[in-house]
C-alpha cells in the first residue's frame, strides 16, 4: 500500500495546531511523492497549503473513519498516534460525558468536577462477575478484574491509580475499595470493609489539603494492601504512606491552605470539650492564614470534622486518645503564634514568659515552659571536651520552631497511621491481597524542589515497571497466538534511574554532602556539574549556578538545589526533643520515644529526627541517621519488590482544565498528561507492533463483502478470511495469521475500512445508476404516450374549432336580421308602456298619499297602545327578574352551607366510623374486666383479713411462748429479743399503715377508672346517635359518588394490600435467610466442636421445637411472654406490626422480668451479707457435735411428719380412683359426673380434717416441750441424784425443742421480712411513679395549653392502656384455664364412652354365648371414607416416604399433589379421633422434612417446584375442608363430610403459606440462577436475523485474560427451551396456574431489567442493528407467552421498558419531530436511560449518522419536567409479592388411590 494510495483525494488528516494541539483537515487533490507540500481544507472550509519535510518524509498523521471514533478502548483505533488519542479521549467525554476509556491495559479516568450518578449500588452489582471488556469502562471492571484474577489465578493483585494533582486518583483508590468491601463482604462481625472505608475520611483529614490544583490534593502517596481469606472475604488491610509534604505544616503559597485536621479543629473549636485548646478561627493562626482565604466553597469544616471524629471511633481509637491528638494539633498551631524577639546584637533573641501562645503549647504537651522557652532559642554545641550552650540568631531561631512544628506533626501523621493498621489488622490467615496505590503523578512547577525530586524519582521506577509488564503482556500474548516474536524497541528509562540512585548518583551525593561538616547547597550542585555533565539525562541550566535539569521520561524538569540538604537532613534539635520526651502526657512521651528506634524498612512516612542543626562530631563507631532520600529511596524499594509480586491493574487520571470546570477539555493540559503519565508510550509501543486483533468469526463476518463469490463456497472461514488478505494486502508483513485471531500492523484495518466503503460506494454507484436509468426509461415511454395523445387530441380540437366558426357566422346574419327587427317593435312598444305607466302612477300616487295619511294616523295609535303595554310589562319582567336573581343567589349560599356541611360531618362520621369500630364490645369487655376485677379484689381483701387474723393469733402464741422462754432463760438473751419485737413490731404497724395508703390508692384509681368508663359509655352513646344521623344523611347522597368513591377506594385498598403483602413476603425472606444462616452457623459449630469428650445430644423433641416456628397446640402451660409470641403468631406478622397491645405486653414483661431479676439479686446479695456476718468462731468439738446432733433429729423429725402426710395423700388418691372408676362401671354418664364430683369434695374436706388434726399434734407438741424447758433450770441443783446419760439426753431434747422455736421464730421472721421488702418496693415504685408524675407535671407547666390538654390525654390513654393490658392478661389467663378445663372434659367424656362401649361389648358377649346354636355372622363392607390411619411409631417412616426420600418422578403418571392428599387424610383421622399430639407431631415433622428436603435441594428446579404445589395443595385442603363457609362454595355433599370436626388449624395454615412463600423465593432463585446466564448472549449478542448485525473492532480489552476459553454463546432458542422446562414440569406437577403465571411474571423482569442494564453498560450493541434483534427476540418470546397462553397484560408490562428501549435504538434522531415522538413514546424509560442511550448509540457503518449533542440537549429539555426515579440501572433483583389465590380440589379424598411404589402399606384406609 503506497503512499500515494493512502494520501489520496478526500483523505482526512491531522496538522499542528498551537491552540488546539492537533487540528483535522481534508486532501484537496492526490498527493505524489516528490511533491513539496499539500493542499488541505480544514473543517471550516478554509483552504491552506501544508509544507512537507522531503527529506525527512514527515507527512501528517492519518485520521480514523469516524466508524472508529468514540471507541472504549484506544487500541482499537486502527492508527495509533497522539492525535487519534486525544481525538476519541474528546469526543468521549465532552459528547458521550463518559469519564473512563481503556488504553490497553490501562484505564484513562478523566475528572469531570461533578458528582456523576455511576457508582450506586446498582452499578457495582451490574459489573460484579463481567468480563472486562463486555461492559463499559469502569473503575469497577478494573477492580472486577483484579478480584476476579486473584480468585482464579491465586495470585496478589495491585491497582496503581497515578496522576496530577486534581485529578481524581484519591476518588478512583476510593471508588475501587468501595466496590471491594461492597462484593467481597467481611469473613466475620467486625465489619472490616467499613473500617477500611472508615480510613479515608482521616487520612484526608490529616494528609490532604487545598491546592491551587486541587481542593483536596492528597500531599502524600499511600499503598493499602486489602487482605483476602481463602473465600475470598475481606478480613483485615495494612496501609503504607510515602513522603508527606511536611513543609505544608508552616508555610502554604497564596490561594492554598493547610492540612484539613488544622482547619476542622478551628471550626469546631466553641465546643465545650475543647475549650481546653484556647483555639479561636484559622485566621488568627500564623500556620493557617499565610495563603489568604481559609475557607473552601462548599465545604463545612465543622461537618467534616464530625465525620473525622466519627470515623475514629469507628476505628476504635479512644474518646482520650483523640483529645490527646487534638491538643498536639492545637499545640503546632499555638507554636506557630509564639512572638519571637530579636535582641539588638543580632546573634542572640528571647521569648517572652508571659507569651499566651507557649503558654498554652507547653500546656497542651505537658512539657516545662522555662524549658521549652530557653531551649527554642539555645542550642547546644557539643566537642569531644566540652559542651557549650550557644544562641541563635531570629532566622535561626525560627527555622528551628518551623522544624520542630514539622517534626510534631510527622510524628503524629505516623502514630495515626500505625493506629489505623492495629485497627484493620486481623489475626486470621491472609490468603492474597488486593493492593491499592494512591501516589502522586509526575510534577513540574515553576519552582521544583527536592519534594518535586522524589515524585519524578518515584514515577521513573513506577514507568520502567509499566514499560516492562505492557511488553511482557505483549509477549505473551503474541506466544499464545504463536506468532513469530520480533522484539520491540520502547523506551528505557533505566539511565535515568540510575542518574538518581546509583553509586555516586544525584541521590549518593547529596547523602554524602550532609555528612559534611560544612556543606552547603551550591557545593552539592557543583559536584553534580563535575559528576554527571556527560549523562545525556543531566543538564546544566545556561543562567543558573545553583540549578540543574534532569531529563524524565516525561519532561525536562529544572530543580533548583536550594534548601535540599536542609530537607534531606530535616534537622530537629535534640534538646527540644528531650522536652517532649519528659511530657507528662504518655501518648506525647511515647510518640517521640518510637519514632527513634522506628526500623527504616518499615517507616510510614518520609522523616527521621536529626538531634542538631549541623551534622555532630560523635565517636567513629556510631552511625549516622538515615536521610530522608535514603529512607525514600529504601520504601520505593520496597514499594517495587511488592509490586513486582503481584498483577498491576493501571488508573491514570487526567486533569482535563485548570479551572475546575465541569465537562471543559483543554487539549494542551491533557497532551501533557498522556504524555507524563506513560498511555502514550503504551500506544507507541502497540503501535510497534500489531495494535490491531480480530477474531476470524468476526473478521470474517464484518469484510465478507470483500470475498469473491467462489470463495464462499468453502465452509473454512479461516482459509476464507486468509485467502482474501493475501489478495488484498500484498506486503505480507503487514498481518500475520494467529492460532485464534489475525494481527494488523498500524492501519491496515483502516485500509480494509477503506476497500469496504468503496466497495459498498461502488456497489452503492451501480444500484444508482441502474435504477436511474430504468427510472428515465420508464419517464421517457410516459412522456411519449403522452405526446402523442396531446397531438390527437389537439388536432381534433382545431378540426372542431373550425366547423364552430363557420357555423356561427351564418348563425350570426340570421341574429342580425332578428335583432333589427326585434329592436324597432321593442322600441314602439317601450314608449307606449311608458306612457301608460306614467298615468297610472300619476293617480295612484295621488290616492295612495290619502290612503297613507289615514294609515299613518291609525298605526301610531296602535303602537302607542303597544309601546306602553310592552313598557308596563318591560318593568315588570325586570323586577321579577331581579327577585328571582337575590332568591337564586340566596338559596345557592344557603345550599353551599349546607354542602360544606355535610361534607364535614361525611369526614367527620367516615373518622368516627373507623374509631368507634368494635367500641361498645370494648367498653362491654372493660365493663366485665372492672367487675372481675372487683370479685376479684374482694376476695382477695377476704383472704387478706383471714390471712392477718391468722398471723396476729400466731404472733400471740409467740409471744407467749417468748414469755415463757424469757423466764426460763432468766438473763442476757431477753432485752435483745425484747428490741427485736419492739422493732419488728414498729416495722409491722408501719408495714400496716404503708398497706392502708396503697388500699387507699387502689380504691381511689378504680373509682377513677369507673368515671373514666362511665365518661366513655355516655360518649359511646352520643357517638352512636350522631353515627345513625349521619348514616341517613349518608345514604342521602348521590349513587354515582358513591360507586366512584367505592372504585378509588378498592383501588387504594389494593395497592396497600399489595405493599403489605410485598412487605410481609420480604419478612419471611428474611426469616428464611436468617433461618438458613443459622443452619449454616450451627454446622460450622458442630464441625468446629468435633473434640473427644463426652457431649449431650438433643432430644428429637428439642430439635423439633427449635425447627417449628409455629405454636403448639398442646394443653401446657406457658409464660405470659410466651403468650405474647403465640399470639403475634396468631394474628399474623401483617397484623402483628399494628397490635400495640400485644407490643406492649411484652414490654410489661420484660419490665416484670428484670425486676425479678433484681429483686433476686439484691435477696442474693443479702444472702451473701447474712452468710459473711453468720462465720461461726472456733468452738470445741464437743459443742459441734451437739449442734449436728441437733440438726439431724430436727431434720428427721421434719421428714418422717413429710413422709406419713404423703402415704395419706397416696392413700387417699387411690381410694379416689377406685371410687371413680366403681361409680363409672355402675351409672350411666349422666348421673356419674356429679357423684364423682361430689365424692372429690368429701375426699378434700377429710384430707382438710386431717391436715387440721396434725396442726393440732403439733401444737400439743410444742406444749409438751414447754415444761422441758421449764425443767431445764433445775438440772445444776440435782446433777447428784441424775445419770449423766439421762442428763445427756435430756439437754439433746431442749436442744432440739430450741432448735424447732428457733427455724420457727427465724420462718416468721423471714416472712415478716420479705413482707416489709414487698412493701418497701412497692412503696419505691410508687415514689418512682410520683416522681415521674411530678416530672411530667412540670414539663406540661412549660407547655402551652392545648399542648398541656394533649398532654394529658396521652397520660390518660397510656395509663387506660398498661390497666386494660393486666385486664386482659387476666381474661387470657381464665379463657386459658377454661380450655384447659374443656378439653378435660373432652378427655373424660371420651373415656366414660369408652367404658361404657365396652360394658355394652361385654354384655353382648355374655348374650351370644348364652346362644344354643352357632349363627354366623358375615361382616359388612363398608365405604372408604377418605381417612388413613397409622400408628404413632410409624410417623418418622412416613415422613421419609413421603417427604425425605420421595422423587417426583416416582409419582409420574399420578394424582398430581398426591403427598398433599395423603398427608391430609392421615391429618383427618387424627382430627377425627380428637388427637391433638397427633396433628401436632405431624404438622412439625411435615414442614421440617420439607425444610430439609428443600435445603438439601436447593439448586434442583424440579423438587423446589414440587413441594411448592404440594404445599399450596395442602394448605388448600385445610382451607377446603376447614369448616368455613367461606371456603366451602364449591364443595359438593361428599366434599363437606371430609371436613374437619375438632381442630381448627388456621395458624397451621398461616405457617403454610409462610412456607409457601419461601419456597416461591427459592424457585424464582434457581429459575433465575439458570436464566441469567443465557440473557446478555441470547438477547444482545446472538445473531438471531443472520447478516445483520455487523462487527467493530476491538482492542485490548476483548483479548483480556478474564475470557475463559470454553465461554458458552446462548441463542434465543435456549431460553425458551429453558422456559418450555419450566412451564411443562410446573404443570405436569399440578403447580396453580395463577403461580405460573406470577413466576414467568418474575422471570420476564429479570430478562428485562437484566438486558436494559447491559444495554446501558454497553456501547459496542447500542447500534440500530440491535435493536431490531431485540424487536426480533421480544416478538419471539410474546409469541411464546401467547402459545402457553401466558399473555396477559402484567406479564406484558414487565418487558414494556425494553421495547421502548428497542424502539428508541431504531427511531430517527434528527429533528425536533423526532424529538417529539421519543418523549412521547419512551414513557416506561427514564429521562437518564433514554440520554444514557443515545449517548451509547453507536452506528456500525459510515453510512449512519451518529447522535449529535444538541439533539440529545433537545431530549434532555423536553424531559426535564418528568418526575423520574434517581437511579439508571433497574434492580434485577426486585421481586414481585407472590398471592396465593384459593383453589380449591374437584377430587374427593374417597377417590384417591396410594400407588404401592410409595411403600406406604402400614396406613389403613378407615
Excluded at 456523576?116 to 478494573?142: C, K, R
Excluded at 503474541?478 to 524497541?489: A, C, H, N, V
Excluded at 538545589?561 to 526533643?577: A, C, P, W
Excluded at 413422709?1203 to 397416696?1210: D, G, H, P, T, V
Amino acid at each position: 500500500m503506497s503512499v500515494s494510495e493512502l494520501y489520496s483525494q478526500y483523505t482526512r488528516v491531522w496538522i499542528p495546531d498551537p491552540d488546539e494541539v492537533w487540528r483535522s483537515a481534508e486532501l484537496t487533490k492526490d498527493y505524489k511523492e516528490g511533491e513539496k507540500s499539500l493542499q488541505l481544507r480544514l473543517e471550516d472550509e478554509t483552504i491552506r497549503e501544508y509544507p512537507i519535510d522531503v527529506q525527512g518524509n514527515q507527512l501528517p498523521f492519518l485520521r480514523n473513519p469516524d466508524i472508529l471514533v468514540g471507541e472504549n478502548d484506544l487500541t482499537a483505533l486502527s492508527y495509533l498516534h497522539e492525535p487519534a488519542v486525544l481525538h476519541n479521549l474528546k469526543v468521549r467525554f465532552l459528547e458521550s460525558n463518559h469519564i473512563y476509556t481503556y488504553c490497553g491495559i490501562v484505564l484513562v479516568a478523566i475528572n469531570p468536577y461533578e458528582q456523576l450518578p455511576i457508582y450506586g449500588q446498582d452499578v457495582i452489582y451490574a459489573y460484579s462477575g463481567q468480563n472486562m471488556g463486555d461492559m463499559d469502562p469502569h473503575i469497577f471492571a478494573v477492580a472486577e478484574e483484579a478480584y476476579k484474577q486473584m480468585a482464579r489465578d491465586e495470585k496478589n493483585q495491585s491497582i496503581i491509580v497515578s496522576g496530577e494533582s486534581g485529578a481524581g486518583k484519591t476518588v478512583s483508590a476510593k471508588y475501587a475499595m468501595r466496590y471491594f468491601a461492597t462484593v467481597s463482604g467481611s469473613a466475620s462481625d467486625t465489619n472490616i470493609e467499613e473500617k477500611v472505608l472508615a480510613s479515608s475520611p482521616i487520612m484526608e483529614a490529616i494528609g490532604n489539603a487545598k491546592t491551587t490544583r486541587n481542593d483536596n490534593s492528597s500531599r502524600f502517596g499511600k499503598y493499602i494492601q486489602i487482605g483476602f481469606d481463602k473465600r475470598y472475604r475481606i478480613i483485615g488491610a495494612n496501609m503504607r504512606t510515602y513522603l508527606l509534604e511536611k513543609s505544608r505544616v508552616v508555610f502554604q503559597a497564596d490561594d492554598e491552605r493547610n492540612y484539613h485536621i488544622f482547619y476542622q479543629l478551628c471550626a469546631a473549636a466553641s465546643l465545650p470539650e475543647f475549650e481546653e485548646l484556647a483555639l479561636t478561627c484559622a485566621e488568627d493562626f500564623f500556620y493557617t492564614s499565610q495563603g489568604g482565604d481559609t475557607s473552601i466553597e462548599g465545604v463545612d469544616d465543622a461537618e467534616d470534622f464530625e465525620k473525622t471524629r466519627q470515623a475514629f471511633t469507628l476505628l476504635g481509637v479512644r474518646e482520650s486518645h483523640q483529645i490527646n491528638i487534638f491538643k498536639i494539633i492545637a499545640s503546632i498551631l499555638h507554636l506557630g503564634n509564639v512572638e519571637i524577639q530579636a535582641e539588638r546584637d543580632g546573634e542572640s533573641c528571647s521569648i517572652s514568659p508571659e507569651d499566651e501562645h507557649l503558654s498554652n503549647f507547653c500546656q497542651l504537651l505537658g512539657v516545662e515552659h522555662s524549658q521549652m522557652q530557653h531551649w527554642l532559642c539555645h542550642r547546644k554545641l557539643v566537642t569531644t571536651s566540652e559542651t557549650y550552650v550557644k544562641t541563635m540568631s531570629l532566622q535561626q531561631v525560627v527555622n528551628a520552631r518551623n522544624a520542630l512544628a514539622k517534626h510534631i506533626y510527622a510524628q503524629l501523621f505516623d502514630w495515626i497511621v500505625g493506629h489505623i493498621n492495629k485497627a484493620l489488622h486481623t489475626s486470621l490467615k491472609q490468603h492474597s491481597f488486593i493492593g491499592v496505590l494512591d501516589i502522586y503523578g509526575f510534577e513540574t512547577f515553576d519552582v521544583n524542589s527536592f519534594e518535586q525530586f522524589c515524585i519524578n524519582y518515584a514515577n521513573e521506577k513506577l514507568q520502567q515497571q509499566f514499560n516492562l509488564h505492557v511488553f511482557k503482556l505483549e509477549q505473551e500474548e503474541y506466544m499464545k497466538e504463536q506468532i513469530p516474536w520480533t522484539l520491540i524497541d520502547f523506551y528505557d528509562n533505566q539511565p535515568c534511574i540510575d542518574l538518581i540512585e546509583a553509586k555516586l548518583g544525584i541521590l549518593d551525593l547529596l547523602d554524602e554532602e550532609c555528612k559534611v561538616p560544612k556543606g552547603t547547597d551550591q557545593n552539592w550542585a557543583q559536584k553534580l556539574y563535575d559528576r554527571h555533565s556527560g549523562s545525556q539525562h543531566f543538564q546544566k541550566p545556561r543562567m543558573s549556578n545553583t540549578a540543574f535539569i534532569v531529563v524524565h521520561f516525561a519532561d525536562k524538569v529544572e530543580y533548583l538545589s536550594e534548601s535540599f540538604l536542609e530537607k534531606n537532613r530535616d534537622t530537629v534539635y535534640e534538646e527540644q526533643i528531650n522536652i517532649l520526651k519528659a511530657s507528662k502526657f504518655p501518648l506525647v512521651a511515647d510518640l517521640f520515644h518510637d519514632g527513634k528506634d522506628s526500623a527504616p524498612a518499615a517507616a510510614t512516612s518520609s522523616k527521621i529526627s536529626v538531634r542538631s542543626a549541623r551534622p555532630p562530631l560523635k565517636a567513629s563507631n556510631k552511625e549516622h541517621k538515615k536521610t530522608v532520600g535514603h529512607q525514600f529511596r529504601t520504601s520505593l524499594q520496597l514499594l517495587m519488590e511488592t509490586l513486582n509480586t503481584t498483577t498491576p491493574h493501571y488508573v491514570r487520571c487526567i486533569k482535563p482544565n485548570d479551572e475546575k470546570l465541569p465537562f471543559c477539555f483543554d487539549p494542551k493540559r491533557a497532551v501533557q498528561q498522556l504524555r507524563a503519565c506513560g498511555v502514550l508510550e503504551t500506544i507507541r509501543i502497540s503501535a510497534a507492533g500489531y495494535p490491531s486483533r480480530w477474531a476470524y468469526h468476526d473478521f470474517y463476518n464484518r469484510y465478507r463483502v470483500l470475498v469473491k463469490k467462489k470463495e464462499l463456497a468453502n465452509t473454512d472461514k479461516k482459509a476464507i478470511c486468509k485467502s482474501v488478505l493475501e489478495s488484498l494486502i500484498k506486503d505480507p508483513d503487514k498481518f500475520q495469521f494467529g492460532r485464534t485471531k489475525i494481527f494488523f500492523r498500524a492501519g491496515q484495518v483502516a485500509y480494509l475500512e477503506k476497500l469496504r466503503a468503496d466497495k459498498f460506494r461502488a456497489a452503492t454507484i451501480m444500484i444508482q445508476k441502474t435504477v436511474r436509468g430504468w427510472l428515465q426509461k420508464v419517464k421517457y415511454r410516459r412522456l411519449k404516450a403522452a405526446t402523442l395523445t396531446l397531438q390527437r387530441y389537439c388536432r381534433g380540437h382545431l378540426a372542431r374549432r373550425l366547423a364552430e366558426h363557420l357555423r356561427r357566422t351564418r348563425a350570426a346574419v340570421v341574429l342580425q336580421k332578428q335583432y333589427r327587427m326585434r329592436r324597432a317593435h321593442q322600441a314602439y312598444q317601450r314608449v307606449h308602456r311608458a306612457t301608460v305607466v306614467i298615468q297610472a302612477f300619476t293617480r295612484g300616487m295621488l290616492v295612495r298619499r290619502i290612503y297613507h295619511q289615514v294609515l299613518r294616523e291609525h298605526k301610531a295609535t296602535i303602537i302607542q297602545k303597544h309601546v306602553r303595554s310592552w313598557m308596563a310589562r318591560r318593568c315588570f319582567q325586570r323586577l321579577r327578574a331581579a327577585a328571582i336573581v337575590i332568591q337564586c343567589g340566596f338559596r345557592r349560599l344557603k345550599a353551599k352551607q349546607e354542602l360544606k356541611a355535610l361534607k364535614i360531618e361525611a369526614r367527620s362520621a367516615e373518622h368516627l366510623k373507623r374509631l368507634n369500630v368494635g367500641m361498645e364490645n370494648k367498653v362491654v369487655q372493660l365493663q366485665r374486666k372492672i367487675d372481675d376485677q372487683n370479685k376479684e379484689f374482694k376476695m382477695l381483701s377476704v383472704q387478706l383479713s383471714a390471712i392477718t387474723s391468722t398471723h396476729a393469733t400466731e404472733v400471740e402464741k409467740l409471744k407467749e411462748e417468748l414469755a415463757c422462754y424469757q423466764q426460763s432463760q432468766g438473763g442476757d438473751s431477753s432485752p435483745q429479743l425484747q428490741e427485736e419485737v419492739e422493732s419488728l413490731r414498729t416495722e409491722l404497724q408501719r408495714a400496716h399503715s404503708e398497706r392502708k395508703v396503697l388500699e387507699d390508692a387502689h380504691t381511689r384509681e378504680k373509682d377513677e377508672l369507673r368515671k373514666r368508663v362511665a365518661e366513655l359509655e355516655q360518649e359511646n352513646a352520643l357517638l352512636k346517635d350522631e353515627k345513625d344521623q349521619l348514616n341517613n344523611q349518608i345514604l342521602c347522597q348521590s349513587k354515582d359518588e358513591s360507586a366512584q368513591n367505592s372504585v378509588q377506594e378498592n383501588l387504594l385498598m389494593k395497592k396497600e394490600l399489595e405493599e403489605e403483602r410485598s412487605r410481609y413476603q420480604n419478612l419471611v425472606k428474611e426469616y428464611s435467610r436468617l433461618e438458613q444462616r443459622y443452619d449454616n452457623l450451627r454446622d460450622e459449630m458442630t464441625i468446629i466442636k468435633q473434640t473427644p469428650g463426652h457431649r449431650r445430644n438433643p432430644s428429637n423433641q428439642s430439635s423439633l421445637e427449635s425447627d417449628s416456628n409455629y405454636p403448639s397446640i398442646s394443653t401446657s402451660e406457658v409464660g405470659d411472654a410466651e403468650d405474647a409470641l403465640q399470639q403475634v403468631e396468631e394474628i399474623g406478622l401483617e397484623k402483628a406490626a399494628m397490635d400495640l397491645t400485644v407490643f406492649l405486653k411484652l414490654q410489661k414483661r420484660v419490665r416484670e422480668l428484670e425486676q425479678e431479676r433484681k429483686k433476686l439479686q439484691v435477696q442474693l446479695e443479702k444472702k451473701e451479707q447474712q452468710d459473711s456476718k453468720k462465720i461461726p468462731a472456733e468452738q470445741p468439738s464437743s459443742d459441734l457435735d451437739l449442734d449436728q446432733d441437733a440438726d439431724l433429729a430436727y431434720n428427721s423429725l421434719k421428714r418422717q411428719e413429710l413422709e406419713s402426710e404423703n402415704k395419706k395423700l397416696k392413700n387417699e388418691l387411690n381410694e379416689l380412683r377406685k371410687a371413680v372408676a366403681a361409680q363409672a362401671s355402675e351409672h350411666s354418664a349422666a348421673h356419674d359426673t356429679p357423684d364423682s364430683y361430689c365424692l372429690l369434695l368429701n375426699q378434700l374436706k377429710l384430707a382438710h380434717e386431717e391436715l387440721e388434726v396434725r396442726k393440732e399434734e403439733v401444737l400439743i407438741l410444742r406444749s409438751q416441750i414447754e415444761p422441758n424447758i421449764n425443767a431445764r433450770t433445775s438440772w445444776p441443783n440435782s446433777e447428784k441424784h441424775v445419770d449423766q446419760e439421762d442428763a445427756i439426753e435430756a439437754y439433746h431434747g431442749v436442744c432440739q425443742a430450741n432448735r424447732l422455736l428457733e427455724a420457727q421464730l427465724q420462718a416468721q421472721s423471714r416472712e415478716h421480712e420479705e413482707e416489709v421488702e414487698g412493701l418497701k418496693a412497692q412503696v419505691e415504685a410508687l415514689k418512682e411513679e410520683l416522681d415521674k408524675q411530678q416530672q411530667t407535671f412540670c414539663q406540661t407547666l412549660l407547655l402551652s395549653p392545648e399542648a398541656q390538654v394533649e398532654f394529658g390525654i396521652q397520660q390518660e390513654m397510656s395509663r387506660l392502656t398498661n390497666e386494660n393490658l393486666d385486664l386482659k392478661e387476666l381474661v387470657e389467663k381464665l379463657e386459658k384455664n377454661e380450655r384447659k378445663l374443656k378439653k378435660q372434659l373432652k378427655i373424660y367424656m371420651k373415656k366414660v364412652q369408652d367404658l361404657e362401649a365396652a360394658q355394652a361389648l361385654a354384655q353382648s358377649d355374655r348374650r351370644r354365648h348364652e346362644l344354643n346354636r352357632q349363627v354366623t355372622v358375615q361382616r359388612k363392607e363398608k365405604d372408604f371414607q377418605g381417612m388413613l390411619e397409622y400408628h404413632k411409631e410409624d410417623e418418622a417412616l412416613l415422613i421419609r416416604n413421603l417427604v425425605t426420600d420421595l422423587k417426583p418422578q416416582a409419582l409420574a403418571g399420578t394424582v398430581p399433589c398426591l403427598p398433599a392428599y395423603i398427608l391430609y387424610m392421615c391429618i383427618r383421622h387424627a382430627d377425627y379421633v380428637n388427637d391433638d399430639l397427633k396433628v401436632h407431631s405431624l404438622l412439625t415433622s411435615t414442614i421440617n422434612g420439607i425444610k430439609k428436603v428443600l435445603k438439601k435441594h436447593s439448586d434442583d428446579f424440579e423438587m423446589t417446584s414440587f413441594w411448592l404445589s404440594n404445599t399450596c395443595r395442602l394448605l388448600h385442603c385445610l382451607k377446603q375442608y376447614s369448616g368455613d363457609e367461606g371456603f366451602m362454595t364449591q364443595n359438593t355433599a361428599k366434599q363437606n363430610e371430609h371436613c374437619l370436626k375438632n381442630f381448627d388449624l388456621t395458624e397451621y395454615r398461616q405457617v403454610l403459606s409462610d412456607l409457601s412463600i419461601q419456597i416461591y423465593q427459592q424457585l424464582i432463585k434457581i429459575s433465575e440462577g439458570l436464566l441469567q446466564p443465557m440473557i446478555v448472549s441470547a438477547m444482545l449478542e446472538n445473531e438471531s436475523i443472520q447478516g445483520l448485525s455487523g462487527v467493530k473492532p476491538t482492542g485490548y480489552r476483548k483479548r483480556t485474560s478474564s475470557l475463559a476459553d470454553g465461554d458458552k454463546s446462548y441463542c434465543l432458542g435456549a431460553i425458551i427451551r429453558q422456559m418450555n422446562s419450566f412451564h411443562t414440569i410446573m404443570c405436569d406437577q399440578g403447580l396453580d396456574p395463577e403461580i405460573i403465571l406470577q413466576v414467568f411474571k418474575q422471570l420476564f423482569y429479570m430478562i428485562n431489567a437484566v438486558t436494559l442494564n447491559n444495554l446501558l453498560l454497553r456501547k459496542d450493541v447500542c447500534s440500530w442493528s440491535t435493536g431490531m434483534q431485540l424487536r426480533y427476540n421480544i416478538s419471539q418470546l410474546e409469541e411464546w407467552l401467547r402459545g402457553r397462553n401466558l399473555h396477559q397484560r402484567e406479564v406484558a408490562e414487565t418487558m414494556e421498558p425494553l421495547i421502548q428501549a428497542a424502539q428508541l435504538l431504531q427511531l430517527k434522531k434528527k429533528s425536533p419531530e423526532d424529538a417529539d415522538a421519543i418523549c412521547s413514546l419512551c414513557t416506561a424509560l427514564s429521562t437518564q436511560q433514554i440520554v444514557k442511550i443515545l449517548n451509547l448509540y453507536t452506528p456500525l457503518n459510515e453510512f449512519e449518522e451518529r447522535v449529535t449533542v444538541a439533539f440529545i440537549r433537545t431530549i434532555q429539555a423536553q424531559l426535564q419536567e418528568r418526575n423520574d426515579p434517581q437511579h439508571l440501572l433497574l434492580d434485577f433483583k426486585h421481586m414481585f409479592p407472590v398471592l396465593f389465590p384459593f383453589n380449591p380440589s374437584s377430587l374427593t379424598m374417597d377417590s384417591i388411590h396410594i400407588p404401592a411404589c410409595l411403600n406406604l402399606e402400614f396406613l389403613n384406609e378407615v
